[in-house]
């Protein structure tokens, strides 16, 4: 079993399986969550995917954001030190129980 | 109005299930509509993402699965009616009436007509011939990447966006290509000189053969395959499939003939209302009255015309404001544009294009218009907010890399 936990913008937690080998934006996006509109689909050109890291399973870890990751950030009023594009994070078993907050819209 | 067929009635009938459409739908539920919602959409697939056509669908690096825009559930949990594979054909605006190609009708509270382009066909000699590609649907794409294994020379007609993310991608899987452009310059009409010199150096470092200058006259073909593409100065080039990228046709012609103001496209105001009583138009196929009177093709303006589109219809009425914005990606080139340049009256280019990593900002009167950015993720995302407040800004600060954009006050003059 591979947890994701989300946190919608009204604050309530939803949990699902997810799939291992896409990324954690796909993941979300495939669950039905609306409000994250990842209008790139991924490619890392609008920060529309935007999320908190909330928890992490104690032995994972995530890389580091890449650096136009970060300047993308660095364009939302909503960054946080846990920000990050869910579409620049792949899903793995490793992540299991992950919870995340969606960022509020810009 | 026809609503004795109770089945037959919908609150909001969407037609086209594309970016805009879709998220019409998305957005009226999430603004608490409660009606009942159609989506009729003429390609069969469920809403999907399009400009992975032309990009990693293309390459063979993404399978179609991962680029539904929702999951195939999403629509029956929202009770949104997906009625898939069929064509609205006629809008009778007084009686609240869609007929199908099926020849089904649906009346409807209220319609928002969705429907996207189709691409500029070729309408010189031998533009029938197969073997003559477009990318404008999962079809199309579907269609190309089937003959593409047994082609080894792709002549590519026009140097905008889609024929050259196509000629990065047949580059790359080892195609010889050659990129016909009618104009001086590649992305003429979306961007400035610097963007499409940059772009001609990097495909032709890439082996494109790039003709700018060049029409195509006619295509000749044999057993109705296409062989040859003959150029307006009379020169043949061999080609074993041609790829089309010449733009769009909005796919208006139903509201036009409803009665709807416009011509290239839907006429709208900033509520993406249209001139008929209910009817709104959003994404590729509608103009904006206001502004520069254009019609905006992306990902970005069709998913916030939807939700504006929907939130007028929830009697949330906010004028569409959002600022414009897009991206292209080529080769390993990240291309990100903020802003809409149109009718600048000069640009300054920040950073050196050898770099592969710069910015050309558009001016007006002085004034920030837009950027593209290419590989320059911090000048897009900087680079918003003189596009927003219009920042006046010396030309000579605004090409110094040693400064970042938002270290830049306006009025520096
Ligand atoms: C290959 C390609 C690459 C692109 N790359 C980018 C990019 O990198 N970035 C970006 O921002 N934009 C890109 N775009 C543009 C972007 O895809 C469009 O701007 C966007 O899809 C417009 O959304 P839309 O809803 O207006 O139209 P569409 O998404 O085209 O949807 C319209 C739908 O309506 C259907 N339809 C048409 N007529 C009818 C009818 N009468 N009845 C029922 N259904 C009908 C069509 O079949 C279609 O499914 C690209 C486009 C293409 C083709
Ligand atoms: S989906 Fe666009 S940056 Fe993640």
Known sequence: MSMIS??????????FEGRVGTSLMENIRSAGFDELLAMCGGCLSCATCHLYVEELPRTASLATPSIDESELLEGSDYRQENSRLSCQIPFDETLSGIVVRIAPEE | MTRENHNRFFDCVI??????GSQTAAALRQSGFTGRIALIGAEPEVPYDRPSLSKEYLAGKKSFERMHLRPEDFWTSRQVELMLGRRVTTVDAAAHVVVTDLGERFSYGKLVWAAGGEPRRLSCPGSELAGICYIRSKADCDALVEVLPGAERIVIVGGGYVGLEAAAVFREIGKDVILVEALDRVLARVAGEPVSRFYEAEHRAHGVDIRLNCGVRSLEGSNGRVRNVVLATGEKISADIVVVGI??????????EAGAEGSNGVDVDEFCRTSLP???CIGDCARLRHGPGIRIESVQNATDQATTAAKAICGDLKPYDATPWFWSNQYDLRMQTVGLNYGFDSVVTRGNPASRSFSVVYLKDGAVLALDCVNASRDYVQGRKLVDSSARIDRDALADTSKQLKELSPEAL
């Open chain 1, 6 to 15: 989300v946190r919608t913008r009204d604050g309530e937690l939803h949990s």
């Open chain 2, 15 to 20: 037609v086209g299930g594309g970016h805009g």
């Open chain 2, 247 to 256: 733009g769009i046709i909005p796919s208006a012609g139903p509201l036009i």
């Open chain 2, 278 to 280: 209910d009817i709104y």
